[in-house]
């Protein structure tokens, strides 16, 4: 398996802190608002990066964190009025419904800043005593001057970095670029006791608190936007290597921008998207797989037409699944004939491809092609088999992969009573009055069929096929799908 590090800007054989286990920290949201599809990309992605290392057998400690006091929830709880820190609860638990709704897994541990201070006053303890740091006022700052290595993530030098930032000018300072660890409090802000007074953390400390605290030194994996290179990151290797005097992290793994008509999705821009606006007209599966229907560290771009060929993607996959689970209510075969051997072979051959695309540096993209060319054997297989009897080996080893790789993606919800694939359509939270309506002509439909009125039935089924639902009567009965 290869990891493209950030930190060495190459791809590198993943050989983990110890045989088996994976230690791996992801930056998650600040809490002021409901997470935009910028926000989904890195939860998504690094959730299905959990997933294969599982698949692949590694036992994975999995932590990601909650910044819940910050400028920007100050900034919102005024505008509304409200306390910061219910403010941020509020959003925490929109963020996991939303996550939910796109099949993320909770982590093993998912911290909050709020509950963390005295970790990360520690931990700025070590770092004043190792004279990497200065009280100024009640405020701390990093001293960058007392890392030497500073800059090597991002691969720029301070001029570099200092001509590409909006710094902050303040006399107090040693460095225009050293930046805060801790801020002293300001009348209305939450705020708590230090040895520097009242105040609370600066932004970039709490990530190298909070994964120190969880996955000690040298962890496996830290992970989150590109946008977090600099000075995110940059600063949490600076903070955390000064107090421990050891490596940090092993591999740093940074996902591409989203970006909307090939421009990068900001506020500035007024070009950003909710997802919870998204889940509103797009089923989750479809949302999943268009983020991850791109290589991570590739731009994605956003737009309806996108958005529309995903969904048809995701019919067409569970189209094939269905002719399989449909397939094996059949009468089967147990023995196996030349073609069920060609068959299981093609199937052996999609998940080879399967795990060398996610060995090569995490290619969901790649790895998605491999769920079309097992979906495409189905069908060849079921289409030559016609109504004759199939194997029921080759019927079960196809459905067995199809869940394997979904277990990776993530695109279907599984039921968790039965394990399988939920693969029938969404009900939108609220009724689902439309598809409830619908379930009531395919009844009137088929009292029609009883009653060998075929006009009306192939009425209904023709004005539905118009509105973008087609209809097809299976040994199972009527089934449903969008054009």
């Known amino acids: 398996m290869e990891i493209y590090n950030t930190l060495s800007k190459r791809k590198e054989k993943f050989v983990p802190r110890e045989p088996g286990r994976v230690y791996m920290y992801v930056c998650g949201p600040t809490t002021y608002n409901f997470i935009h599809l910028g926000n989904a990309r890195p939860i998504v992605f690094f959730d299905t990066v959990r997933r294969y290392l599982e698949y692949r057998g590694f036992r994975v400690k999995y932590v990601q964190n909650f910044t819940d006091v910050d400028d920007k929830i100050i900034n919102r709880a005024r505008e509304e009025g409200c306390d910061p820190l219910a403010l941020a609860e509020k959003y925490v638990e929109e963020y996991f419904r939303d996550a939910d709704a796109l099949h993320v897994r909770r982590a093993d541990v998912h911290p909050r800043v709020t509950a963390h201070i005295p970790d990360i006053i520690e931990l700025i303890r070590r770092i004043l005593d190792r004279g990497a740091a200065y009280v100024v006022e009640g405020d701390v700052y990093f001293d960058i001057g007392a890392y030497p290595a500073y800059g090597k993530l991002s691969g720029r030098s301070l001029e570099e970095m200092q001509a590409g930032a909006r710094v902050e000018v303040d006399p107090r300072k040693k460095h225009p670029m050293d930046?805060?660890?801790?801020?002293?409090?300001?009348?209305?802000?939450?705020?708590?006791?230090?040895?520097?007074?009242?105040?609370?953390?600066?932004?970039?400390?709490?990530?190298?608190?909070?994964?120190?605290?969880?996955?000690?030194?040298?962890?496996?994996?830290?992970?989150?936007?590109?946008?977090?290179?600099?000075?995110?990151?940059?600063?949490?290797?600076?903070?955390?290597?000064?107090?421990?005097?050891?490596?940090?992290?092993?591999?740093?793994?940074?996902?591409?921008?989203?970006?909307?008509?090939?421009?990068?999705?900001?506020?500035?821009?007024?070009?950003?998207?909710?997802?919870?606006?998204?889940?509103?007209?797009?089923?989750?599966?479809?949302?999943?797989?268009?983020?991850?229907?791109?290589?991570?560290?590739?731009?994605?771009?956003?737009?309806?037409?996108?958005?529309?060929?995903?969904?048809?993607?995701?019919?067409?996959?569970?189209?094939?699944?269905?002719?399989?689970?449909?397939?094996?209510?059949?009468?089967?075969?147990?023995?196996?004939?030349?073609?069920?051997?060609?068959?299981?072979?093609?199937?052996?051959?999609?998940?080879?491809?399967?795990?060398?695309?996610?060995?090569?540096?995490?290619?969901?993209?790649?790895?998605?092609?491999?769920?079309?060319?097992?979906?495409?054997?189905?069908?060849?297989?079921?289409?030559?088999?016609?109504?004759?009897?199939?194997?029921?080996?080759?019927?079960?080893?196809?459905?067995?992969?199809?869940?394997?790789?979904?277990?990776?993606?993530?695109?279907?919800?599984?039921?968790?009573?039965?394990?399988?694939?939920?693969?029938?359509e969404r009900r939108e939270e609220g009724g689902g009055l439309a598809e409830a309506l619908l379930e009531l002509l395919l009844e009137v439909r088929q009292e029609a069929r009883a009653k060998k009125d075929w006009a009306t039935a192939d009425r209904i089924r023709d004005r539905l096929k118009e509105l973008g639902i087609i209809l097809e009567d299976t040994p199972a009965g009527p089934r449903w799908r969008r054009a």
């Open 179 to 424: 930046f805060a660890l801790w801020k002293a409090a300001k009348p209305g802000e939450p705020s708590w006791d230090s040895p520097w007074g009242r105040g609370r953390p600066g932004w970039h400390i709490e990530c190298s608190a909070m994964s120190l605290k969880y996955l000690g030194s040298g962890f496996d994996i830290h992970g989150g936007g590109s946008d977090l290179i600099f000075p995110h990151h940059e600063n949490e290797i600076a903070q955390a290597e000064a107090a421990t005097g050891e490596t940090f992290v092993r591999y740093w793994m940074h996902n591409g921008f989203i970006t909307v008509n090939q421009e990068k999705m900001s506020k500035s821009l007024g070009n950003f998207f909710l997802v919870r606006e998204i889940l509103a007209k797009y089923p989750p599966e479809a949302v999943r797989f268009f983020l991850l229907s791109t290589h991570y560290r590739s731009p994605l771009d956003f737009d309806d037409e996108k958005m529309d060929a995903a969904r048809r993607s995701v019919e067409r996959i569970k189209n094939s699944l269905r002719l399989l689970q449909e397939a094996l209510s059949r009468p089967r075969r147990e023995g196996k004939g030349v073609a069920d051997e060609e068959f299981l072979a093609a199937l052996e051959r999609c998940r080879r491809g399967f795990v060398a695309a996610m060995d090569d540096d995490f290619n969901t993209a790649l790895a998605i092609s491999m769920w079309f060319e097992l979906a495409r054997e189905a069908n060849t297989y079921l289409h030559a088999a016609g109504e004759r009897s199939v194997c029921r080996e080759a019927l079960e080893k196809a459905l067995d992969l199809a869940a394997e790789f979904n277990g990776v993606l993530g695109i279907f919800a599984v039921d968790e009573a039965t394990g399988r694939m939920r693969l029938e």
